[in-house]
């Protein structure tokens, strides 16, 4: 795996922000447009994903990055747990449900195998 200099260079960065851009696009708009209290919460979620991805690589150390890597991999989990009720009480239509929810899977995915990574980078570099 390459080094990275930004966090924004980072896939699952790019993969959060597309998410928050996509979740205050749909908040601008009816029903969710007039729902305060969720229009609130799953913005929040959606941006909690990059946000502590930004923070915890601005450390710069792995132990550091991997803790606040769970924190958004969490993050993801309550975004798709809103995400469902949104689609499940008809707030949000198939579609953009789908496409949300599988972004999320994604980012989840992948934030998993990037924690993965960085803990055995870190137990190799324990062994030296």
Request: aromatic share 14%.
């Amino acid at each position: 795996m390459s080094k990275f200099q930004r966090f924004e260079d980072l896939d699952i960065w790019k993969i959060a922000v597309s998410i928050a851009v996509d979740v205050y696009i749909l908040c601008d708009s009816e029903p969710l447009k007039s729902d305060w209290g969720m229009k609130d919460q799953i913005r929040r979620a959606a941006c909690s994903m990059s946000d502590n991805i930004a923070e915890g690589f601005e450390y710069n150390n792995n132990p550091d990055f991997i803790r606040f890597l769970n924190y958004a991999k969490g993050s993801s989990g309550e975004f798709r747990n809103k995400l469902i009720i949104l689609y499940r009480a008809f707030k949000i239509n198939e579609a953009v449900y789908n496409d949300l929810y599988a972004k999320s899977i994604e980012f989840s995915g992948k934030t998993k195998a990037l924690i993965d990574y960085l803990k055995k980078f870190e137990a190799e570099k324990k062994k030296k």
